[in-house]
């Protein structure tokens, strides 16, 4: 067995044990996307909106259904026109952001995406691979607290309102 053959059981055990400890929290591998479509001015250089490339979608997709305790299997992909992806030089992170489209042939899935499980955020620093999901399916409601404060750079190039962490309706 192979390095990688040990490794993925690891993360994946890792990820479930912070599930059951009420973690708010999972990580997953995950690969940076290089083209940049959007920019705004941040303090230390230019946030970048970046194109979802199949690599980073397949991460997001991966990080978000180990987030829910389902094989990405469960999913069919991210929901269209729901996904954002961004990097922030003043944090030096990257931030995602993605709505789950379920499998029809999983219940578990299509009952958690029509409540509040459905919208997911992402952030991982530049120098790892791993995602950081935070559940956000009631961030369009009034009142609700955004799980992930987004910079403000991040939010402009996404053309989302201040101070949110959903993309405006």
């Excluded at 990688?4 to 479930?16: D, F, T």
């Excluded at 929901?79 to 030096?92: E, I, L, R």
């Excluded at 042939?105 to 997911?120: E, K, R």
């Excluded at 691979?129 to 607290?145: A, E, I, R």
Aim: hydrophobic share 35%; net charge positive; with cysteine.
């Amino acid at each position: 067995m192979n390095l990688r053959g040990l490794l993925l059981p690891a993360l994946v055990s890792g990820s479930l044990l912070l599930s059951a400890c009420g973690s708010s929290a999972t990580t997953t591998i995950s690969t940076k996307a290089t083209t940049t479509t959007n920019v705004s001015k941040s303090s230390t250089g230019l946030t970048r909106e970046l194109n979802v490339t199949s690599a980073v979608r397949a991460s997001l997709l991966d990080a978000a259904a180990a987030y829910h305790q389902l094989p990405a299997a469960d999913y069919v992909g991210l929901d269209a026109g729901t996904t954002y992806y961004a990097f922030d030089p003043a944090t030096n992170h990257y931030y995602a952001a993605a709505g789950l489209r379920p499998s029809p042939h999983s219940l578990p899935a299509q009952v958690g995406t029509q409540d509040d499980g459905a919208y997911n955020l992402f952030t991982r620093a530049a120098r790892t691979s791993t995602w950081t999901v935070y559940n956000d399916g009631l961030g369009g409601v009034q009142g609700t607290k955004c799980p992930l404060v987004i910079p403000s750079a991040v939010l402009k190039v996404w053309d989302w309102h201040v101070k949110t962490c959903y993309p405006p309706s």
